[in-house]
């Protein structure tokens, strides 16, 4: 299982968030298409996709952000240190069989835990199934969301007494959410061309905070969002339907010019598809709809930690 960063608007991340978002599109690049735009696909399966260009030369290329796991449980011993969905194995409290857990194999015995830099020792199975008897399949690979974020620091109540203690935490701006860390705090600096926004001294709860820092910025500790690939194809921008349009995130919204048409006045219309487009041309510009490019479908579910 790999892991790759992926970057998501505001607007966005809070679909994720909502569970309304669970597709992405992302253009296919010149960088993957071997420098040849005008292609069609000639087969397509899980891991890799052949194209053909117009003078009949033929390559393959794959999806750059990921791949989706196994679909079907296997009932055969674990064949090596990895992340694994364990049939039976976590109570439904715990997020049950639809939360991958780190195993090892450790001397023929099978170790668990909830993060790969977990202590052997203290991994176990606690009466769980064996090698011999196990029922396992591989999750899908990892996006982790690149999201606008401030950093921000609580002198505490205390400051003006001198007291240097700095509680250090981010303020994410999709939704306003605030993370402080239990255990820690990673070595960071924000950019220095990180303007200070807020700054609340001579207030007994003085803190002040940088940004926005831009999502491109953000490091792998600071983000609050893991996905999962579930599925990965090719089609044409265009081809996306009214329910993958609602996947992306889109929410169809009533027309309100009752007197022109839609074509007369330029509006996009009032299905969700219609929203989607409005939104891709947003941040991709006017003609990239018309354009119609070949695009990678992502679809993911969240991973809870």
Known sequence: MKESPILFSGPMVRAI????????????SERSRVGYPHCEIVAFHASMTEFKTVGG???ETRCPY????????????????????VRGLLAESA???????????HDGDLLWGFSERDDPEAMSLDGGPTQEAV???????????????????????????????VNPFLIYD??????????????????????????????????????PIPS???PRWASRIDLEITGVRLERL????????????????????ARRTCDEIGCYGSTAKAAFRELWESINGPDSWQANPWVWVVEFKRVMS
């Open 238 to 257: 265009q081809d996306i339907s009214e329910e993958d349009a609602k996947a992306e995130g889109a929410i169809a919204e009533p027309c309100d010019h």
């Open 17 to 28: 968030l909502e569970g309304r978002k669970t597709q992405t599109r992302r253009v296919v």
């Open 95 to 105: 997020g049950g069989d639809a939360r991958p857990v780190y195993v090892r194999v």
């Open 135 to 165: 029922e396992w399949k591989r999750p899908g690979d990892r996006l982790w969301v690149r999201e606008t974020f401030r950093y921000a620091e609580d002198l505490g109540e205390d400051w003006e007494r001198g007291h240097t203690d």
């Open 57 to 59: 030369l033929r390559f």
């Open 66 to 85: 990921g791949q989706p796991g196994d679909r079907d449980w296997r009932r055969e011993p674990i064949p090596a240190d990895g992340w694994y969905y």
């Open 174 to 211: 999709a939704d306003g959410h605030e993370q402080y860390w239990e255990t820690d705090w990673p070595n960071y600096q924000p950019p220095l061309n990180a303007a200070e926004v807020h700054n609340s001294e001579g207030q007994p709860d003085h803190w002040r905070s940088y940004g």
């Open 216 to 218: 491109i910025f953000m």
